[in-house]
């Protein structure tokens, strides 16, 4: 399947507008293809407003983000595939989501297909009240 990041990306920047809130990107400025000003990037990341008064024609597609925003007064054009924005939150209350590799969570389900050790345990099941 193709990933789900770019839809879950359109899904939380509309939520967040909808809301009037502040969205805001943490991207992985290292990533190939990111091209985004290197004098903001800290620690290899940039936190980036695409909120419709800091960026104009903005572009979420499945494959990458491009938006113009201005940095110390300059106009700039910013791109940032998608596979490099690391989560998307509401800078005002921090609503949002962290996004996790999903080369890694693919090789964990292969790994989890495997047939169990030990066949589970048949029987009633048990409750206990923990206080």
Not at 37 to 44: A, D, L
Not at 48 to 71: E, H, K, M, W, Y
Not at 95 to 112: R, S
Not at 116 to 126: H, I
Request: a negative charge.
């Amino acid at each position: 399947m193709t990933s789900n990041r770019p839809y879950m990306l359109r899904a939380f920047h509309e939520w967040i507008l909808d809301n009037d809130l502040t969205p805001y990107i943490v991207v992985d400025a290292l990533q190939p293809g990111v091209e985004v000003p290197q004098e903001h990037v800290k620690q290899g990341q940039i936190v980036l407003n695409i909120s419709p008064s800091a960026c104009q024609q903005l572009t979420v597609g499945n494959v990458d983000i491009s938006f113009q925003a201005r940095f110390g007064g300059a106009a700039r054009q910013l791109f940032v595939p998608v596979k490099a924005v690391l989560a998307i939150y509401a800078k005002e209350n921090g609503a949002g989501t962290i996004f996790t590799d999903e080369e890694e969570l693919a090789e964990d389900e292969v790994e989890n297909t495997e047939a169990p050790a030990t066949p589970p345990v048949k029987g009633k099941p048990q409750l206990k009240v923990v206080k």
